[in-house]
């Protein structure tokens, strides 16, 4: 499976910008995708998360009210909306999807990351 993450750049705070993440295969399958941030000298953090059919969204309180998730199956494709950028929003931002085989013996779960794309927010 490949996760090809597109829409980072440059913007002045307050501005947008839309990410876009494309599966290599149907993103139904995946029973977890998200969007997540790696800032410089910070740990890796989850920003958005959505569930397959796009019916639950969760989001770290600091994007709250200014990011939103999405997602089409249909194009395969997971988006995130970033409203009133401040330059804390910062980082990598890199696709994540899960998804698991059960087996008899158990149940095998499988994640995988996009390369990510860079977001720069000047003040």
């Known amino acids: 499976v490949q996760l090809v993450e597109s829409g980072g750049g440059l913007v002045q705070a307050g501005g947008s910008l839309r990410l876009s993440c494309t599966a290599s295969?149907?993103?139904?399958?995946?029973?977890?995708m998200g969007w997540y941030r790696q800032a410089p000298g910070k740990q890796r953090e989850l920003v958005a998360a959505i569930t397959s059919g796009g019916g639950s969204t969760n989001y770290a309180d600091s994007v709250k009210g200014r990011f939103t998730i999405s997602r089409d199956n249909a194009k395969n494709t997971m988006y995130l909306q970033m409203d009133s950028l401040k330059p804390d929003d910062a980082g990598v931002y890199l696709c994540?999807?899960?998804?698991?085989?059960?087996?008899?013996?158990?149940?095998?779960?499988?994640?995988?990351w996009g390369q990510g794309t860079q977001v720069t927010v000047s003040s």
């Open positions: 994540n999807a899960r998804d698991y085989t059960d087996y008899e013996v158990g149940r095998i779960e499988y994640n995988y």
């Open positions: 295969r149907s993103t139904f399958s995946f029973n977890f």
